[in-house]
Nanobody, 119 residues
Framework: QVQLVESGGGLVQAGGSLRLSCAASGRTFSSYAMGWFRQAPGKEREFVAAISWSGGSTYYADSVKGRFTISRDNAKNTVYLQMNSLKPEDTAVYYC????????????WGQGTQVTVSS
């Protein structure tokens, strides 16, 4: 099975930055499209960002465009989410996901990492 482990979450002041990491198991990490989702208390899980297997295509939710950047390092089996200009409404548990394509992105999930943005 594919295992995904997120890290890098924490407490940050509004306007600050964090970089989340997602370490993936397996020898064929580069074959997977990867994405980030988040879930705030009392809300459904929502899409944040995605990246193709090659890293050539990226997609972002409107709420994070211009502030967040998704990237991947296939040699390290790791996907990143650089989060800048953080807002209190970004507070959520952030989950890494993997799938066979950008349209089938959620075959596997990480355990999540908490991001809290204070005002």
């Amino acid at each position: 099975q594919v295992q995904l482990v997120e890290s890098g979450g924490g407490l940050v002041q509004a306007g600050g930055s964090l970089r989340l990491s997602c370490a993936a198991s397996g020898r064929t990490f580069s074959s997977y499209a990867m994405g980030w989702f988040r879930q705030a208390p009392g809300k459904e899980r929502e899409f944040v960002a995605a990246i193709s297997w090659s890293g050539g295509s990226t997609y972002y939710a409107d709420s994070v465009k211009g502030r967040f950047t998704i990237s991947r390092d296939n040699a390290k089996n790791t996907v990143y989410l650089q989060m800048n200009s953080l807002k209190p409404e970004d507070t959520a548990v952030y989950y890494c996901a993997a799938g066979g394509s950008l349209l089938h992105l959620t075959d596997y999930w990480g355990q999540g990492t908490q991001v809290t943005v204070s005002s």
